[in-house]
């Protein structure tokens, strides 16, 4: 007994599974993660180095190129990328896909823990962290006044910090824009001086002071007992006493020669809200979890915390991520209906009986498919919502065939229990076959290799699920339901949309399929012009890897003069935020000075503090659609484009992979001032293309520093060491952390070590600074070292360990990057760059390489082979196989076609398209070729059991086409640029392969037809 058999026989069981398996699908979609993008796990750890004062090339010698020496002996290494500026270096180690993550993060910490020893003792911080998507922000307060001090404001972010951290699907609460307050210690290095005391005593003394270590633990009796030393400074008291000098008699307090107290550090941060003063606090959400559930746990605390802000501090809530994944869920959700009722309306052929059992199909195949989604780990996100979209149209493929056989069987005269069993036995090894198949196309997406297909796996994913179970249900429950609701003796001819269906078949495709198979040769040939053509449209529509973000949002870089201070940073971002107030069409913008604004976009990393920098976090009406946003981004690059003060980059989110810019070249050399001179001319062939704006060259201007140049052998002479006089410049300057200190309401603060000077230090503290000998003499510092400016790099770049000039450009609206690759690229290499300088594409054309490397191009061939085996099972010949693998070409002339016309490029998400649409044409030839296989071995003559079997079959082939291009016509629709052009193809291809292949397969079957064994 198989399984149909044991279905329709034993249908009181199946009945309950079914229902079991909708009520688990039902739960499921409630209760299992919800994203707005999939879950990326990326083999990627940035390694962030703050050594504060350090010019770039000191950086590379003492920080960057020690940990890149010893990360690069690690196993499974694919690349390392660093960037060192001032006083920061950041390495971005990668490892090949398909590593353990959290092991690999174990081993880049353990080795550069190993190595801290062999580092300057003076570095502020080292970080290895882990590239996680769920560190985006899903939420961004923003506490906004122009009165409140920021001491107040900053209780009340913390305030709000606390209660978020409650909340346990929430992670890394943050506060930007805050000045920390510090305990300063302001030494007069001149009352120092006359006292003999050397500057080491007092910063000793100050660490001693504050070591906090353990005494151990004794034993008194029965009991043990902790010991406890005196531990850190318990009050700013404990700090201004602090023994610094005890000798000759005298004892020397910290207050006898310095001033301390609270003080704001240095604002390195400014944020404002629609130019307004604010704070922020952001907070991410953990991994695995709901989003919607998270928000109906934040958002009542947010809201009655809000009651409680005094009434000069207004709090506002300008991004929550939620409502964005509320709306495109519910925007897709809205299409998926849609594409049901389409779905519908494509079925009225077979009846109402019939598109009832089809219809009860399409919720238990999903149902199935998203028990078996969820099992797999996969969240419901944008990307699996459209796999189950482009599956609605096709899971309903095997259970139409399924039916319009069985109702076949019963006007033929069979009772609906023997016709549901022969009809679907009969259709049931081609229903298998094309369920494979189609499973197949879309298996090289799931085994795409690096971030690009961890970012798409979840679509494939979903499809393959829906189609398998589809396949299960359409052996199962259609034929049970079919042997219970469907109508004996029914009308031979159908109901009025089927005749009339059948009436249109016979006056057109019968006939045309009769003249093609008289002349199957120029049939042929007509087809092999038409894929001809539409092979030539592909370097019409050009190439873009991924398209840009359709939401509501995007940024603008605003990129100061070399070496510009804060203030004035802080001047100009003003200038650019009056321009931004007068237009309607924005509803937020959140100016960053200083520092990026915190991470809301899964591929996009908040920039490290720059003086010289500022971003401004552009938000929309959240109505607003793509095209609105284009025009709006066109209409404000075109506004700042001969701002006279700074560069201002207008740019939208791209999907996809990280990338610095579409236009990336890397000059590669050891010299820098050789790849300097090297990446002006590369700039210059970048600038002399119209397609691209916003070229940025990081060598194309050196800065200068302040060197303060020690002279050794008079420093010898004297007594004075070159660390003490490195730390007098540092404490002078920036500052030394000696310790912190906790207040009663354990509010943490650094204490901080300076000279007296305003919160921004100036040329003039070099004057009356001194050192001390190693007897505690006062030596002026100008007897020791003179200040000198000289010129440095302001950026060095390394790749796997070599240097590299790095010239980046953003296209122009309606440009390509690969259209500019395919002019500068050949100019590029006419500059015959001299031995040990080379060039390589970086941006969109090195993403687009790691996409569709060796590694894809073998999950691809292995696709094919697969493919092909399938196929040979079924139909036990070559000539079977080919026959339908024919019919592949015809899908391509109308998703190409498709892509021309509505003037989408060919992309990623196209080429998935394609390769999906692929598995759905050689499903829809195997059904033509399995009945013609069959009808001949039955005794039907050869060009007989063509016609006919190209007749009976047609309707169901395009019943299937009619009802997934239904179902995919929303998502053609929805202005969301990473989805449309997937039906797009989808439906083109579905178009001219229903048409085309009719004539084909039947006219390919006829020259090459298989042997069949009666």
């Not at 307050?181 to 120092?192: C, G, N, Q």
């Not at 009809?423 to 198949?437: E, F, R």
Request: proline letters at 5%; a neutral charge.
């Amino acid at each position: 007994m198989n399984l149909t058999t044991f279905s329709v026989k034993n249908y009181q069981f199946t009945l309950i599974m079914f229902i079991m398996v909708a009520v688990v699908g039902l739960v499921t979609l409630l209760t299992m993660p919800q994203a707005e993008d999939p879950q990326i796990n990326a083999p990627e750890y940035p390694v962030v180095v703050i050594y504060p004062g350090t010019s770039p090339k000191d950086m590379e010698e003492l920080v960057a190129k020690p940990i890149e020496n010893q990360l690069y002996e690690l196993e499974d290494i694919d690349k390392i990328h660093t960037s060192i500026e001032d006083g920061i270096a950041v390495l971005f180690v990668s490892f090949k896909y398909g590593v353990d993550v959290n092991q690999k993060l174990q081993e880049v910490q353990r080795e550069v823990n190993g190595l801290r020893g062999d580092l300057p003792k003076d570095i502020h911080s080292i970080d290895v962290s882990k590239i996680d998507p769920s560190d985006v922000n899903i939420l961004q307060v923003a506490f906004v006044s122009e009165v409140a001090s920021f001491k107040d404001m900053r209780t009340k972010a913390e305030e709000l910090t606390d209660q978020l951290e409650k909340i346990s699907n929430l992670k890394k609460i943050k506060i930007s824009g805050a000045p920390e307050d510090v305990i300063r210690i302001d030494i007069e290095l001149d009352k120092l001086a006359r006292l003999n005391i050397p500057l080491n005593f007092v910063i000793g003394s100050l660490q001693s002071e504050n070591a906090n270590i353990p005494g151990g633990s004794i034993n008194a009796g029965t009991k043990t007992f902790n010991v406890k030393t005196s531990g850190k400074f318990s009050s700013i008291d404990d700090v201004a006493n602090t023994v610094v000098f005890n000798g000759n008699g005298k004892i020397v307090y910290l207050k006898d020669i310095a001033t301390i107290g609270y003080r704001n550090e240095v604002q390195n941060h400014i944020t404002r809200l629609n130019g307004h003063r604010c704070i922020l606090v952001t907070a991410c959400q953990k991994s695995g979890a709901n989003i919607s559930s998270t928000k109906k746990e934040y958002e009542p605390v947010v809201e009655e915390f809000e009651k409680s802000l005094p009434s000069n501090i207004k709090m506002i809530k300008n991004f929550d991520q939620a409502d964005n994944v509320a709306h495109r869920l519910g925007s897709l959700g809205i299409d998926f209906i849609i594409a049901i009722l389409l779905v519908l309306i494509t079925l009225l052929p077979l009846g109402i009986r019939a598109s009832l059992i089809v219809m009860v199909s399409i919720p238990l195949s999903l149902a199935l498919g998203l028990v078996g989604l969820n099992a797999l780990g996969y969240s419901l996100n944008q990307l699996s919502i459209v796999g189950f979209v482009v599956a609605l149209g096709l899971l309903v493929d095997d259970s139409i065939v399924v039916v319009e056989n069985i109702e076949r069987w019963l006007r033929e005269g069979y009772s609906r229990t023997e016709a549901a069993i022969k009809a679907t036995k009969q259709i049931s090894l081609a229903v298998l076959g094309c369920t494979v198949t189609l499973a197949i196309a879309f298996m090289p997406m799931v085994f795409m290799p690096g971030t690009s297909g961890d970012f798409i796996r979840s679509f494939p994913t979903t499809v393959i699920t829906c189609v398998l179970a589809s396949m299960l249900v359409s052996l199962t429950v259609v034929p049970f339901l079919a042997s219970r609701i469907l109508k004996e003796h029914a009308n031979a001819e159908g109901n009025i949309f089927l005749r009339a269906l059948k009436q249109l078949i016979r006056n057109t495709y019968s006939k045309l399929m009769t003249k093609a198979l008289k002349r199957p040769v120029l049939t042929l040939l007509i087809a092999l012009v038409l894929f001809g053509g539409s092979l030539m449209l592909f370097s019409v529509i050009g190439f873009k890897l991924f398209p840009s973000s359709e939401k509501p949002i995007f940024i603008a870089n605003v990129r100061m003069p070399l070496q510009t201070n804060i203030q004035e940073s802080d001047r100009i971002t003003r200038i650019i935020e009056d321009s931004l107030k007068k237009n309607k069409q924005i509803q937020y913008f959140t100016s960053n000075i200083g520092k990026g604004n915190p991470e809301v976009y899964y591929n996009v990393i908040q920039q490290k503090e720059k003086s010289d920098f500022a971003q401004i976090f552009i938000q929309m009406h959240e109505n607003a659609r793509p095209l609105e946003k284009i025009k709006l981004i066109e209409q404000l690059r075109k506004q700042f484009e001969n701002f006279p003060m700074a560069i201002v980059e207008v740019n939208d989110f791209e999907q996809g992979p990280p990338v610095k810019a579409p236009v990336s070249i890397r000059v590669f050399g050891d010299n820098l001032d050789s790849l300097r001179q090297y990446s002006f001319d590369v700039e210059k062939i970048i600038r002399s293309n119209p397609g691209t704006i916003y070229i940025n060259n990081e060598l194309n201007v050196l800065k200068s520093d302040i060197k303060v140049n020690v002279n050794k052998e008079k420093a010898r002479t004297l007594g004075v060491m070159t660390a003490d006089i490195a730390a007098t410049v540092r404490i002078a300057i920036a500052g030394l952390q000696v310790g912190t200190y906790t207040d009663k309401e354990s509010n943490d603060y650094e204490v901080m070590l300076n000279v007296p000077r305003d919160k921004v230090p100036k040329l003039d503290i070099f004057k009356n600074l001194f050192v001390n000998n190693a007897n505690g003499t006062a030596i002026p510092l100008n007897q020791v070292a003179t200040i000198e400016f000289e010129t440095s790099p302001t950026k060095i770049n390394h790749f796997n360990k070599l240097r590299f000039a790095e010239i980046s450009s953003y296209t122009r609206k309606n440009v390509l990057a690969n259209d500019v690759l395919e002019d500068i690229v050949p100019k590029i290499e006419k500059l015959n760059l001299p031995k040990g300088y080379y060039f390589k594409l970086s941006g969109e054309a090195e993403t687009q390489e790691e996409a569709f490397g060796g590694g894809f191009m073998t999950v691809i061939l292995i696709t094919i082979f697969l493919f092909i085996a399938v196929l040979i099972l079924q139909f036990k010949n070559f000539k079977g196989t080919l026959i339908v693998l024919s019919v592949i070409p015809l899908g391509i002339v109308g998703g190409v076609s498709m892509l021309f016309l509505t003037g989408n490029p060919m992309s990623f998400i196209a080429i998935i398209g394609f390769i999906g649409l692929a598995g759905i044409e050689v499903k829809n030839s195997i059904l033509l070729v399995d009945f013609t296989n069959q009808l001949r071995a039955t005794g039907v003559e050869l060009d007989a059991a063509i016609e006919q079997a190209g007749e009976i079959r047609f309707l169901p082939v395009v019943l299937t086409s009619l009802t997934a291009i239904g179902g995919m016509i929303p998502l053609a629709l929805n202005p969301n640029p990473q989805i449309s052009p997937l039906a797009l193809v989808l439906i083109g291809g579905l178009i001219s392969s229903t048409l085309l292949s009719r004539i084909v397969t039947p006219v390919m079957y006829k020259l090459i037809a298989p042997k069949i064994e009666k």
